[in-house]
């Protein structure tokens, strides 16, 4: 069966300091994968999506960066950490060969900016 | 350009009441529907989906969704709920040929015993 991790589960950071959050798919070969910030009466916000190593498509304008180094690995980063970065970063991940396919979500991070 | 509205944001019922959330969605062709829901410290998960065929779905714990195309909802049902219930729900859809979800805002839920 298929599993997706996250880590760390919380993460309290200074403004100004780099951030990387990872998240890993196992069980499945190729998949999308997505990055997700969810705000409280805001619903979900899609930051970054993938459809392969490599293959970064934005979202929004923003402070963060994405990467896929492996084909279940992706990587939310940023280099100078903002206050509004604070919030709830969730992971999730769909079946590659289709692009209507269900969504898988990760446990979440949540990163507190002070 | 997709999107997903969902007009009730906070709901609390007593145990035994019946219960529906709306979702409304805008897009100009076919689509692809999905309820998740995100139950206190648990991951987000799947509820129910609406791909095609039988426009009544039904989903995990007695929840079940109504496709009606000629008002774009997609209204989330549930005869007689539970205090498990408590939860946050949220509306999705994806546009057939597109990678990219929309959700709605979610409707946080609370059942009082």
């Known amino acids: 069966s298929q599993t997706i991790h996250q880590w760390p589960a919380t993460l309290v950071q200074p403004v100004g300091s780099p951030l990387s959050l990872e998240c890993t798919v196992e069980?499945?070969?190729?998949?999308?994968l997505y990055w997700y910030r969810q705000a409280a009466g805001r619903g979900l916000q899609l930051l970054f999506y993938s459809v392969g190593i490599g293959q970064i498509s934005s979202e929004v304008p923003q402070n963060l960066s994405a990467s896929r180094p492996q084909d279940r690995q992706f990587i939310l980063s940023s280099k100078k950490l903002l206050l509004s970065d604070s919030g709830f970063y969730l992971c999730?991940?769909?079946?590659?060969?289709?692009?209507?396919?269900?969504?898988?979500f990760g446990p979440g991070t949540r990163l507190l900016v002070l | 350009a997709q999107s997903v509205s969902q007009h009730n944001h906070h709901v609390i019922l007593s145990e035994a009441a019946s219960l529906e959330l709306g979702c409304n969605y805008s897009y100009g062709g076919t689509v692809n529907l999905f309820w998740y829901v995100q139950y206190p410290g648990q991951h987000l998960q799947l509820l129910l989906k609406?791909?095609?065929?039988?426009?009544l779905v039904k989903g995990i714990k007695g929840f079940e969704a109504e496709f009606i195309k000629s008002k774009f909802s997609f209204n989330l049902r549930k005869p007689s709920v539970q205090w498990s219930d408590t939860a946050e729900y949220f509306c999705a859809l994806s546009g057939q040929g597109s990678y990219i979800p929309t959700f709605g805002r979610g409707t946080s839920l609370i059942v009082h015993p």
């Open positions: 609406y791909f095609s065929g039988d426009p």
């Open positions: 999730a991940w769909s079946k590659g060969d289709s692009r209507q396919e269900t969504q898988y």
């Open positions: 069980g499945t070969s190729n998949p999308n």
